[in-house]
């Protein structure tokens, strides 16, 4: 039981590590006998497994202080070496898939496994090993130029995260003022994002093109690992948030503006970020509460629950308060040598504090679950798959909110499935200008921000910049890390978002039956695609055309339940 702290990082001799691979995945392809074979392909799993735990070692802590020399070099090392073993990896792919030993594979460990190592071979040619280089150096850039904001504000020196609550403030002045600081540091940014960016996006065309395709969608699609569908199924879902959820994203953004005492028309986008007069819903405590009734929460839960957040207390696998120097975000990630998942995040006292304790827990917990599965590629799924795991499990733990809000609880829940709602729009907008700006790859920086304004005002017709340039003219999304460091993530979100609001009406009438169907689906998460897994879980597809509008009426009698003497 290895605390965190006590974990040994050592920097590979990653020369003589490629060698080893090399040798085991000449072994594998010359395999005499299915025996040898699978010993083979279960011994380059072992060796992935330990390189993988090193380099995820220096990463955690790259990110606990980016400031850190030590671990400064080692990301450098990380980032220069890492796609080196993507090649190897795929080798590997291809060697199963090529080998006589192929459907002894898909009998033992399923055939989507096999689907997956295609989709891989999809994704590298050793032509684009230098610019997946470069394409990692460009992230970290962008990692690092938000990670070094600091903005004078309220007599201090702050970083974005910093910022939230002074966002989330009562006072609209203060509100204000903290938009424009926020958003004047981004401004000030702009030329450093634009270039950033620009270089991104003509590196992956690039590597689109050298992997035989129009542009770079189709790899950003295989990269995803999407199997089952495919840009027009995107483009079909996105219509149905269109017509479902924005209609009732503008009736709930008119309630907000009714509660909080302004006219419809005079919202600002940074009143929206006030739910309630009283004050969002504000967690009781910090860190060291939060933690005890998240303890007791997961202890009854479930057995499976209680006993995976022992072992995150225990061996202290989670960072969670914020502090200068401290990478941006919040995350879950999974040490496998330890057998064991690590949640990284910045506390800072507003009810984001609360959802990592759910929303990560959810990522770590199915992770946990999966610990000892026989082969690492086996449990490998998809974004859209991985996020069920956590926003699922935001809505399982419902029935303990009371602890960490104490008062606030029911304000908690009116903004919980409100702002789940109101996500669905955002994250489709996203998606809809990444979709056009790697179709557009010659568009200039200018361009790129008047169609992102153009998208905007289709998902998001309420917003009004109150005459922030910035913001004005489109600059937005250059906040949306997502969209520098994983393209085409982010409509993973909302439907696995739909997911777990199905789950949620489901508790409403029968919570064992949908923890029971949880649980399964956690565990077949990586042995069949989304569009099987969800409907065999029960639930049904958010690709099927009115899937949104079947969950959309219940949310809306919900929300129209709660008691709203204790909402404003
Ligand atoms: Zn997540």
Not at 246 to 253: A, F, I, N, R
Not at 258 to 270: A, V
Not at 386 to 400: K, L
Not at 550 to 557: D, G, N, R
């Amino acid at each position: 039981m290895t605390k965190f702290q006590d974990m040994i990082y050592e920097r590979p001799d990653f020369d003589k590590e490629i060698e080893s691979m090399r040798q085991l995945l000449d072994q594998l392809q010359n395999a005499q006998d299915e025996q040898t074979f699978f010993d083979t392909l279960i011994a380059v799993d072992k060796q992935g497994r330990k390189l993988s735990t090193q380099g995820t070692l220096a990463q955690i802590r790259h990110s606990i202080d980016t400031r850190d020399e030590f671990y400064i070099a080692e990301d450098e090392a990380w980032n220069e070496n890492g796609p080196r073993f993507q090649e190897l990896s795929n080798l590997g792919a291809r060697i199963i898939l090529n080998s006589p030993y192929r459907e002894a594979v898909a009998r033992k460990y399923g055939k989507h496994l096999l689907e997956k190592f295609e989709l891989q071979l999809k994704t590298f040619k050793p032509e684009i090993l230098e610019d997946l280089i470069a394409e990692n150096k460009l992230v970290s850039d962008y990692d690092r130029l938000i990670a070094s904001a600091q903005i004078e504000f309220d007599g201090k020196t702050l970083n974005l995260s910093q910022m939230g609550p002074y966002n989330e403030s009562t006072d609209r002045a203060v509100r204000k003022a903290a938009n424009q600081a926020v958003w004047g540091w981004f401004a000030k940014h702009q030329e450093q994002l634009d270039t950033i960016y620009d270089k991104l996006v003509a590196l992956r065309h690039g590597i689109g093109k050298k992997l035989g395709y129009d542009n770079f969608i189709p790899v950003a699609y295989a990269r995803m690992g999407r199997t089952d569908w495919t840009p027009e199924d995107a483009k079909s879902y996105r219509k149905q948030i269109v017509d479902s959820v924005v209609p009732l994203t503008q009736k709930l953004y008119k309630e907000q503006a009714q509660r909080i005492g302004l006219p419809f028309e005079e919202m600002k986008n940074y009143d929206f970020a006030l739910d309630f007069l009283t004050g969002n819903p504000k967690p009781v405590g910090g860190e060291e509460v939060l933690v005890k009734h998240a303890s007791q929460m997961y202890h009854e839960l479930s057995p499976q629950t209680d006993e995976f957040f022992q072992v995150m207390v225990g061996q202290q696998l989670m960072d969670l308060t914020t502090k200068p120097g401290k990478s941006a975000g919040g995350y879950m990630t999974f040490l496998p040598d330890y057998k064991v998942p690590f949640i990284f995040s910045n506390f800072n006292g507003t009810s984001g504090d609360v959802d990592v304790l759910t929303h990560e827990a959810g990522h770590a917990f199915q992770g946990y679950l999966q610990r000892d599965v026989e082969l690492t590629d086996i449990a490998d799924y998809t974004s859209e798959v991985a996020e069920i795991h956590s926003m699922s499990m935001e809505f399982f733990t419902h029935p303990w909110m009371e602890g960490f809000f104490g008062p606030d609880t029911e304000k908690y829940y009116y903004q919980h499935v409100t702002s789940a709602l109101k996500f669905l729009p955002y994250g489709a907008s996203v998606d809809e200008f990444q979709e056009w700006v790697y179709e557009h790859p010659e568009a200039t920086p200018q361009e790129r921000r008047a169609q992102y304004r153009e998208i905007e005002k289709k998902y998001l017709p309420h917003i009004n910049y109150d005459g922030l340039d910035y913001l004005e003219q489109g600059g937005r999304w250059q906040r949306q890390g997502h969209i520098f460091f994983a393209p085409f993530y982010y409509l993973d979100y909302t439907l696995a978002q739909v997911v777990a609001l199905q789950y949620f009406t489901w508790t409403k009438k029968d919570k064992d039956a949908a923890w029971d169907s949880y649980l399964t689906l956690c565990l077949q998460s990586g042995r069949v695609p989304f569009k099987e897994l969800v409907p065999a879980a029960g639930l049904e597809s958010p690709f099927e055309d009115g899937a949104i509008a079947q969950i959309t009426p219940q949310l809306e009698a919900y929300l129209d339940g709660l008691d709203k003497s204790k909402i404003k």
